[in-house]
């Protein structure tokens, strides 16, 4: 497949970064944004204004499969989007930051992004990271959480305390609730898919997936997630943290917001309904200690400043805060902040990546979800006719591949290794990135 890419920003590297591999990727931008980090992958690269038709025409837009617009100005990004349009049949991605553009080009998120404008997808980075936070938010205790076939399944994610009930135990041993998997175990930075004589340790991240009411019920058992989020201090009050507060109000979620700019927090003041707006500095340990930061149920620090968003975390745990989310624009943070005791570091670009990712497949093969920054992917897929009435132990998937739900029109099943597999089944599959490939291949007719 052939992607132009317009825009030699950090987004833009982590794309061609992420792509180069399989795909044919041209870069568009001006020269001076050509860094080392470019030459350093198997692309090409043309110099000059990617909405402008000669530059397009330069980089073959005719026969290009893909245009991603991701510079740093939305209008830019509509116009090179629109141009390529008139003189080819290429998908457009657009990438917009304000939420006026949001509205106005028609985007709709139940339509998966489709525009009634010659613009195929739009992605809003800002909107994407604060359902991320959101989700895992409301999940007590959550590192991660995704919810599939319309909520009645999800996939959560836990790191095992030291006092766990699961620690130093078998996974068969530990007696999980009907219609609950064990899919996925993140241990020293390692993904892998377990088996029933996997012994769990302290410090291991266990991914698990099952219908709705079992989550509930596991997190109950090992992760006490009884204990509901009730009230939360989001600090940074931009886009990211007024969408986020805006869906804390909406579950009644006691919110209070902190802001440096007195203008902003004006303009906030005027869009919340319920939070409560504090103007100051969410480094100023003793205004934290003012407005009670340690008695929150969780703090989210989602600045635009990754340095300023560690300090204000690590002042929050230093004051007892027993979970802290932390927004990091650079991906190599995600995990340096973890390592200092940020208990959920969330990078927009690996849900960027997933969309696009998505937006790149078969049209047979949807990524629901990815989990540890890429390391592990749910995937559905439609159950080819080859397989009907064959038992799931039968199937010899291949290895780091298991299959976590079958939605068979509206019930869900969580499977057992003598679950038979129905043509017309929608397979919900978690595997590792590496082994995705292969698992694709295997569904195959």
């Known amino acids: 497949m052939k992607i132009i ?8 590297c982590i794309i061609a970064a992420e792509f180069f591999e399989d795909h044919d990727i041209i870069m568009i931008d001006q020269e001076k944004n050509r860094t080392d980090a470019f030459n350093k992958l198997d692309i090409g690269f ?6 402008c038709l000669p ?19 939305d209008e830019a990004n509509i116009v090179a989007c629109l141009t390529a349009k008139k003189i080819s049949d290429v998908k457009t991605i ?3 930051s304000k939420e006026e553009y949001h509205t106005s ?14 613009i195929d997808y739009i992605i809003w ?32 994610e836990y790191k095992i305390q030291e006092n766990s009930l699961l620690a130093d135990k078998k996974i068969k041993e530990c007696n999980f609730p009907e219609d609950s998997l064990l899919v996925g175990v993140t241990r020293s930075g390692e993904l892998f898919i377990p088996n029933g004589d996997t012994i769990l340790l302290k410090d291991d991240k266990v ?17 006490h997630e009884k204990e509901l989020v009730k009230n939360a201090a989001i600090i940074g009050g931009g886009t990211v943290g007024m969408m986020l507060a805006k869906n804390l109000e909406k579950l009644k979620i006691k919110t209070k917001v902190f802001e440096k700019s007195e203008k902003r927090c004006e303009f906030l003041a005027s869009e919340l309904q319920h939070s409560l707006i504090i103007n100051g500095d969410g480094t100023n340990i003793q205004l934290l200690n003012e407005e009670g930061i340690e008695d929150f149920d969780v703090v989210i620090s989602v600045t635009n400043n990754d340095e300023k968003n560690l300090l204000c975390s690590l002042l929050a745990k230093q004051a007892g805060v027993k979970r802290v989310v932390t927004r990091v624009s650079s991906n190599t943070n995600v995990n340096l902040f973890e390592k200092v005791g940020i208990d959920v570091a969330i990078s927009s670009n690996i849900a960027v990546i997933k969309e696009i990712r998505n937006n790149l497949n078969e049209n047979d093969v949807d990524i629901l979800a990815t989990v540890e920054q890429g390391m592990g992917e749910v995937l559905e897929l439609d159950a080819p006719q080859k397989f009907h009435g064959q038992k799931i132990m039968d199937l010899k998937l291949p290895p780091g591949a298991i299959i976590g739900i079958i939605q068979r029109r509206n019930k869900i099943i969580i499977p057992k290794g003598n679950t038979l597999i129905m043509s017309g089944d929608a397979l919900i599959i978690f595997t ?13 007719v």
């Open 5 to 12: 890419i317009y825009g030699a920003n950090e987004i833009g």
């Open 46 to 51: 043309v110099a000059g204004n990617g909405s």
């Open 55 to 73: 530059t397009l025409k330069e980089a073959q837009i005719e026969d290009a499969d893909v245009l991603i617009a991701c510079t740093d100005y």
């Open 94 to 96: 657009c990438f917009i």
């Open 105 to 118: 080009i028609g985007c709709k998120r139940s339509s998966e992004y489709f525009c009634d404008l010659d």
């Open 125 to 156: 980075p800002e909107e994407l990271l604060m359902q991320e936070i959101f989700r895992i938010v409301t999940v007590a205790k959550a590192l991660d959480a995704e919810h599939f076939a319309d909520g009645k399944a999800r996939l959560l």
């Open 207 to 223: 991914i698990c997936m099952g219908t709705s009411s079992s989550l509930d019920i596991l997190a109950g058992r090992f992760f």
């Open 432 to 444: 590792t990135r590496s082994n995705s490939q292969e698992l694709k291949k295997f569904f195959k």
